[in-house]
Protein backbone atom coordinates (compact mmCIF):
# COMPACT_ATOMS: atom_id res chain seq x y z
CA UNK A 1 0.00 0.00 0.00
CA UNK A 2 1.25 3.81 -0.52
CA UNK A 3 -0.41 6.86 1.24
CA UNK A 4 -0.37 10.19 -0.22
CA UNK A 5 -0.76 13.17 1.00
CA UNK A 6 -0.95 16.38 -0.30
CA UNK A 7 -0.41 20.31 0.83
CA UNK A 8 0.28 23.43 -0.22
CA UNK A 9 -3.21 24.64 -1.32
CA UNK A 10 -5.00 27.62 -0.39
CA UNK A 11 -6.57 30.67 -1.98
CA UNK A 12 -4.51 33.24 -4.16
CA UNK A 13 -5.02 36.01 -6.28
CA UNK A 14 -4.75 35.41 -10.31
CA UNK A 15 -1.21 36.20 -11.26
CA UNK A 16 0.19 34.46 -8.10
CA UNK A 17 1.64 31.45 -7.13
CA UNK A 18 1.09 27.81 -5.73
CA UNK A 19 3.61 24.92 -4.61
CA UNK A 20 1.18 21.80 -4.15
CA UNK A 21 3.87 18.65 -2.04
CA UNK A 22 2.75 15.24 -2.20
CA UNK A 23 4.67 12.97 0.30
CA UNK A 24 4.26 9.27 0.19
CA UNK A 25 4.89 6.52 2.41
CA UNK A 26 4.38 2.66 2.41
CA UNK A 27 5.91 1.48 -0.70
CA UNK A 28 8.95 2.29 -3.46
CA UNK A 29 8.01 6.06 -3.97
CA UNK A 30 10.91 6.37 -6.30
CA UNK A 31 9.91 3.33 -8.26
CA UNK A 32 6.74 5.08 -9.21
CA UNK A 33 5.32 7.81 -12.22
CA UNK A 34 3.53 10.30 -10.63
CA UNK A 35 1.04 12.33 -11.82
CA UNK A 36 -0.97 15.27 -10.62
CA UNK A 37 -5.12 15.91 -11.28
CA UNK A 38 -7.36 18.57 -10.89
CA UNK A 39 -11.50 18.40 -11.14
CA UNK A 40 -12.89 21.68 -11.31
CA UNK A 41 -16.32 21.58 -9.82
CA UNK A 42 -18.58 19.91 -12.76
CA UNK A 43 -16.34 18.54 -14.80
CA UNK A 44 -14.16 15.80 -14.95
CA UNK A 45 -10.84 15.31 -13.14
CA UNK A 46 -7.91 15.90 -15.88
CA UNK A 47 -4.09 14.95 -15.82
CA UNK A 48 -2.19 18.17 -15.62
CA UNK A 49 0.89 16.76 -15.05
CA UNK A 50 3.03 13.67 -15.04
CA UNK A 51 6.85 12.57 -14.12
CA UNK A 52 8.65 9.30 -14.67
CA UNK A 53 9.97 7.48 -11.93
CA UNK A 54 13.00 8.83 -12.51
CA UNK A 55 12.04 12.21 -13.83
CA UNK A 56 13.22 11.63 -17.12
CA UNK A 57 9.87 12.53 -18.40
CA UNK A 58 7.47 15.05 -17.74
CA UNK A 59 3.76 15.65 -19.09
CA UNK A 60 2.18 18.91 -19.36
CA UNK A 61 -1.56 19.23 -19.95
CA UNK A 62 -1.65 22.58 -22.84
CA UNK A 63 -3.55 24.44 -20.21
CA UNK A 64 -0.66 24.60 -17.96
CA UNK A 65 2.13 24.48 -20.52
CA UNK A 66 4.73 27.49 -19.38
CA UNK A 67 3.07 27.90 -15.86
CA UNK A 68 3.51 24.71 -14.27
CA UNK A 69 6.66 22.67 -13.49
CA UNK A 70 6.37 19.29 -11.89
CA UNK A 71 9.56 17.68 -10.01
CA UNK A 72 10.57 14.78 -7.62
CA UNK A 73 12.31 14.58 -4.63
CA UNK A 74 12.98 10.75 -4.12
CA UNK A 75 15.70 11.11 -1.41
CA UNK A 76 12.18 12.73 0.49
CA UNK A 77 9.40 10.53 -1.18
CA UNK A 78 7.96 13.73 -2.44
CA UNK A 79 6.49 15.35 -5.76
CA UNK A 80 5.91 19.10 -6.49
CA UNK A 81 3.51 20.96 -8.07
CA UNK A 82 4.79 24.59 -8.79
CA UNK A 83 2.42 26.74 -10.22
CA UNK A 84 3.20 30.36 -11.17
CA UNK A 85 1.05 32.67 -13.02
CA UNK A 86 -2.30 31.30 -11.65
CA UNK A 87 -5.70 32.01 -13.66
CA UNK A 88 -9.26 31.37 -12.17
CA UNK A 89 -9.73 28.27 -14.47
CA UNK A 90 -7.23 26.74 -12.28
CA UNK A 91 -9.46 26.66 -9.38
CA UNK A 92 -10.19 22.82 -8.44
CA UNK A 93 -9.51 20.40 -6.10
CA UNK A 94 -5.68 19.03 -6.76
CA UNK A 95 -5.04 15.17 -6.38
CA UNK A 96 -1.59 13.67 -6.54
CA UNK A 97 -0.99 9.75 -7.97
CA UNK A 98 1.11 7.08 -7.88
CA UNK A 99 1.06 4.61 -11.17
CA UNK A 100 2.97 1.78 -9.69
CA UNK A 101 2.73 -0.46 -13.04
CA UNK A 102 3.98 1.87 -15.95
CA UNK A 103 7.49 3.11 -16.72
CA UNK A 104 6.22 5.94 -19.29
CA UNK A 105 3.65 8.61 -17.63
CA UNK A 106 0.21 8.42 -18.52
CA UNK A 107 -2.80 10.67 -18.58
CA UNK A 108 -5.33 8.21 -17.91
CA UNK A 109 -6.63 8.74 -14.08
CA UNK A 110 -7.40 4.78 -14.12
CA UNK A 111 -3.95 3.75 -14.63
CA UNK A 112 -2.86 5.04 -11.02
CA UNK A 113 -3.05 2.79 -8.52
CA UNK A 114 -2.95 5.52 -5.57
CA UNK A 115 -4.53 8.81 -4.79
CA UNK A 116 -4.22 11.21 -2.03
CA UNK A 117 -6.98 13.16 -0.70
CA UNK A 118 -6.57 16.27 -2.59
CA UNK A 119 -6.09 19.50 -1.56
CA UNK A 120 -7.92 22.76 -2.49
CA UNK A 121 -6.65 25.88 -4.96
CA UNK A 122 -9.06 28.71 -5.27
CA UNK A 123 -7.69 31.98 -7.47
CA UNK A 124 -9.84 34.51 -7.31
CA UNK A 125 -9.68 37.00 -10.15
Known amino acids: QVQLVESGGGLVQAGGSLRLSCTASGRTFSAFSMGWFRQAPGKERECVAG????????YYADSVKGRFTISRDNAKSTVYLQMNSLKPEDTGVYYCAADSTRSYVSRAAPEYDYWGQGTHVTVSS
Open 51 to 58: IRWNGSRT
